[in-house]
T-cell receptor, first 114, second 114 residues
Framework: AQSVTQPDIHITVSEGASLELRCNYS??????LFWYVQSPGQGLQLLLK??????LVQGIKGFEAEFKRSQSSFNLRKPSVHWSDAAEYFC????????????FGAGTILRVKS | ETGVTQSPTHLIKTRGQQVTLRCSSQ?????VSWYQQALGQGPQFIFQ???????GRGNFPPRFSGLQFPNYSSELNVNALELDDSALYLC?????????????FGPGTRLTVL
């Protein structure tokens, strides 16, 4: 069965510092991978996605992620964090099985200190 | 272009009652997926509808049911509410079922069961 693990429940970084959020997945075939962000009381906004091709993908708001098949990872990075990046981040794997469902990790809450 | 909308925003019900949540798809989309997000967890796939038919279901009991209408809007119905049904319910629309096209999420309906 597909699964996604986000090892860090909370992460606190200083404004201007770099950020890396970890994501490991388990999926038998070539995965489709996503990172979403959720602000309090809001729905999910797509930051970036990986379907195929270049393993380093660029997203919105200055985020990027790198797909590493050998490590079953899809870590999210940002070189310089802004206070407005404080939110909860979800990694998800898209399955090609019946229903085209997304399987999400438990999320990482990012706190930004000034 | 109108995004995904959901109603109501918040809802309070008591155990044993029934509830209907509504979702309007983004213009041009023909597929709707529903997810349940319990507090502190990532969203979990409930089911998906494509062309008014259920197109896949997650690990949820039959008291969770849905409908999709000719205009591609959708309803999620939950019968015999239990305390554990308290969660944020997210609706996501996309264009073609069976492919990993981007799913666009609505803001969600917060259901509290007392």
């Amino acid at each position: 069965a597909q699964s996604v693990t986000q090892p860090d429940i909370h992460i606190t970084v200083s404004e201007g510092a770099s950020l890396e959020l970890r994501c490991n997945y388990s999926y038998g075939a070539t995965p489709y991978l996503f990172w979403y962000v959720q602000s309090p009381g809001q729905g999910l906004q797509l930051l970036l996605k990986y379907f195929s091709g270049d393993t380093l993908v660029q997203g919105i708001k200055g985020f990027e992620a790198e797909f590493k098949r050998s490590q079953s990872s899809f870590n999210l990075r940002k070189p310089s964090v802004h206070w407005s990046d404080a939110a909860e981040y979800f990694c998800a794997v898209g399955t090609m099985e019946y229903g085209n469902k997304l399987v999400f990790g438990a999320g990482t809450i990012l706190r930004v200190k000034s | 272009e109108t995004g995904v909308t959901q109603s109501p925003t918040h809802l309070i019900k008591t155990r044993g009652q029934q509830v209907t949540l509504r979702c309007s798809s983004q213009s041009g989309h023909n597929t709707v997926s529903w997810y349940q997000q319990a507090l502190g967890q990532g969203p979990q796939f409930i089911f998906q509808y494509y062309r008014e038919e259920e197109n896949g279901r997650g690990n949820f009991p039959p008291r969770f049911s849905g409908l999709q209408f000719p205009n591609y809007s959708s309803e999620l119905n939950v019968n015999a509410l239990e305390l554990d049904d308290s969660a944020l319910y997210l609706c996501a629309s996309s264009f073609v079922a069976g492919k990993n096209n981007e799913q666009f999420f609505g803001p969600g309906t917060r259901l509290t069961v007392l």
